[in-house]
């Protein structure tokens, strides 16, 4: 009797170890499965990042209330020093830089536009104006999430970065801020160094540009916005 009470005792603790050991292995497999699906869900929708980003910025109402745009920039490259001034007003913008007495202007009246360099003048090319044509005052406004292909997220000197990529290139956006940090496209690089708070809108003060291998520094001061401005500003 001892023997086969003790066998049937083995028995019946080894199934219930078998039970215990199940309900571990399915508790284990479900967390598994959810940590999976929450490192999903962590890559927001494009249209989340670009919510995020208004948002960060100061709210979609806020920079829709933007109908003027002044600054003065600050351009730094190969050792030389620009000083200029950028003026926007809905879709027109007139952007000039001198350096060592000479004049660069770029201007846009809301139909066509030219740059004037070093006294020569060229158009702007047919898909440039149609761009321009459509363009919104404050940039964030104008970004489209059914032109983005795919949504990643990345790490960057220990930071969480979102990456909107489509055909015009790549947009880093912080994900903890939700601000936009860098952008990558065929012209080159840019890193936003700094932001600057304007009536409660946060604009780029500083920023570096890499084109072609060519280190280029932009510093924007004095940005005032809902200033009156002519449209004589503009006339080609």
Known sequence: ?????????????????????????MTFALSV?????????????????????????GGKQKLESVKTLSMKNSISVMGMEMEGKTIKKDNKFKSSQSMMGQEMVQVFDGEKGFANQ???????????????????????????????KTVEKTAIDGKDYFVLSSDEGKSYFDAKTGLLFKSENEKGNMIIKKYADVDGIKFVE????????????????DIKINQPVSDDEFKL
Not at 8 to 19: D, G, M, P
Not at 35 to 48: G, R
């Open 1 to 25: 009797m001892k023997p086969n009470y003790f066998r049937n005792l083995t028995t019946f603790v080894q199934r219930k170890n078998l039970k215990k050991m199940k309900k571990i292995i």
């Open 33 to 57: 499965l959810m940590v999976a699906n929450m490192a999903a869900q962590a890559v927001p929708t494009a249209k989340q990042v670009i919510d995020n980003y208004i948002t960060a910025l």
């Open 118 to 148: 070093m006294g020569q003048k060229v158009d702007f090319p047919a898909d440039q104006v149609e761009k321009l044509k459509t363009a919104k005052l404050m940039d964030a406004l104008g970004l489209d999430a059914a032109k983005i």
């Open 206 to 221: 500083e920023m570096s540009l890499d084109a072609a291998g060519q280190q280029i520094e932009i510093k924007n001061t």
